[in-house]
Nanobody
């Protein structure tokens, strides 16, 4: 059974940092693209970042470039999202997802395995 389990969310003041983690299990091999999505209240879910299995392709949505860093450790079957310079508009539920396709703008629609999400709240 394929499973994605996120952790690391929380309440952070503006300007603060968080590192989200997502542990993947049940996948036949690490040759899958992993990504992070977020959904704020009243808004559609959006793809934030993705990374291919060997990290040869990484993508970020424009609104997070320079503040978010995605990485993965295939030995641990884990993907990370380092978030710096948090803003109130980053408040959302963050979801980890997996795809058998690549990673580039426009490929977020191919993600078809999802975690349960972890809440990130940015507030003073």
């Amino acid at each position: 059974q394929r499973q994605l389990v996120e952790s690391g969310g929380g309440l952070v003041q503006p300007g603060g940092s968080l590192r989200l983690s997502c542990a993947a299990s049940g996948f036949a091999s690490p040759s899958y693209t992993l990504g992070w999505f977020r959904q704020a209240p009243g808004k559609e879910r959006e793809g934030v970042s993705c990374i291919t299995s060997n990290a040869d392709s990484i993508n970020y949505v424009d609104s997070v470039k320079g503040r978010f860093t995605i990485s993965r450790d295939n030995a641990k079957n884990t993907v990370y999202l380092q978030i710096n310079g948090l803003k109130p508009e980053d408040t959302a539920t963050y979801y980890c997802a997996a795809s058998s396709f690549g990673c580039r703008t426009g490929y977020y629609r191919f993600f078809n395995y999802w975690g349960q999400g972890t809440q990130v709240t940015v507030s003073s």
